[in-house]
C-alpha cells in the first residue's frame, strides 16, 4: 500500500485566509481519489483525478460556495517517512501553499 492511503490533516494557506480540511485518500496503483472534508463550512468535495509519481502527487477537486463553484488543484510531495505533505494549492489563478499529516 502506497504511504499516501488513509487520513490527511491538511491546512491550505490562501488568499481566503487558512482552510483545514481532512482527507481521506484511497490509493489505486499510481492513482487516488478520496474526500476532502471543509472543517470551516462542514462540506465534502471529491478528490479526483489524483496522481502519484515517486513522492509526489497532484490532486483536483471542486469548493462549493454560496453562489459559484471553484477549482482547487493541490501538487505536492510526501515525505520520506510517509508522515507529512506540502506543496501548492492553486483556486482561481492564485496560487498558495498547504501542509498536512497523517492522523491515520
Same mark, same amino acid.
Given at each position: $500500500?502506497?504511504? &499516501?492511503? @488513509?487520513k490527511w490533516k491538511i491546512v491550505a494557506h490562501t488568499s481566503f485566509?487558512? %482552510?483545514?480540511? #481532512? /482527507?481521506?485518500? =484511497?490509493? *489505486?496503483g499510481d492513482t487516488f481519489h478520496g474526500f476532502m472534508h471543509d472543517e470551516k463550512s462542514g462540506?465534502?468535495? *471529491? !478528490?479526483? +483525478? @489524483?496522481? !502519484? *509519481?515517486? +513522492?509526489?502527487?497532484? %490532486?483536483e477537486t471542486s469548493m462549493s460556495f #454560496? #453562489?459559484?463553484?471553484? /477549482?482547487? *488543484? &493541490?501538487? @505536492?510531495? %510526501?515525505?520520506?517517512?510517509g508522515k507529512t505533505i506540502?506543496?501548492?494549492? =492553486?483556486? $482561481?489563478?492564485?496560487t498558495g501553499t498547504f501542509e498536512g499529516e497523517k492522523i491515520e
Open positions: $500500500m502506497h504511504p &499516501l492511503q @488513509g485566509g487558512d %482552510l483545514p480540511s #481532512v /482527507n481521506e485518500i =484511497t490509493v *489505486d462540506k465534502d468535495y *471529491d !478528490i479526483v +483525478n @489524483g496522481k !502519484i *509519481d515517486g +513522492n509526489h502527487f497532484t %490532486l #454560496v #453562489v459559484f463553484s471553484i /477549482n482547487v *488543484d &493541490l501538487e @505536492g510531495t %510526501l515525505s520520506e517517512d506540502e506543496g501548492t494549492v =492553486t483556486a $482561481m489563478s492564485k
